[in-house]
């Protein structure tokens, strides 16, 4: 990780929808690249924000009182605490930002929790 | 800054470069669009790493023993206390994240020390 991150070069190397790929550090956060196909689960993180950036494709982050859309080149940071649910109708690229240790089901735990692969 | 954020719309509202734009939040890191154009000043900070992301253009971070050449999509981690001086021959766009209270110009001062303006 001592260079530049081509961030469409470490997708191509994720091999399904919502297994996030490691790809760097910010001081005690972790920078992940994710596809997003499909729903999500409902979570939420009580101890910190939660940072989308819409690489490519087309993202809808749905709140419970209302969805986020979000297009490529457009980002919205999730409160602490604020349920949410990310969902796709079709693949889309995304980087996300978040202290090490936050897992990605937050609050909700289950199956689809990952271990991050470094990419 | 209760919704989506769009970059490009931000970076429009910029008037010149190394003006950066502060647009959002995470935790307590800053989220900031910058127009870079031209040679920034040699700085470093010794308490924190920084984020650059290549939003179009081409960034040069001249490290002082070599360049990390930056295009969309592309991003690089400056780890904390190395010296650095981002450049770009035409305007290009990046996003920038900091924690809260770091200057632009890191130790160096000087009058290129920017006041963010949240935009």
Not at 53 to 74: F, K, N, P
Request: proline content about 5%.
């Amino acid at each position: 990780m001592d260079d530049r991150i081509n961030l469409a070069e470490k997708l191509a190397l994720l091999p399904e929808a919502y297994q996030p790929g490691l790809i760097g550090y910010l001081n005690d956060y972790k920078l992940l690249v994710v596809k997003v196909d499909g729903e999500f689960v409902w979570h939420k993180h009580d101890d910190t924000d939660d940072f989308f950036l819409v690489l490519s494709g087309h993202l809808t982050i749905q709140l419970r009182d209302r969805d986020i859309e979000l297009s490529a080149g457009e980002l919205y940071v999730v409160p602490r605490g604020v349920e949410h649910c990310p969902k796709a109708d079709d693949e889309a690229h995304v980087l996300l930002i978040e202290p090490l240790g936050t897992p990605n089901t937050g609050d909700a735990g289950g199956e689809r929790t990952a271990v991050e692969q470094q990419i």
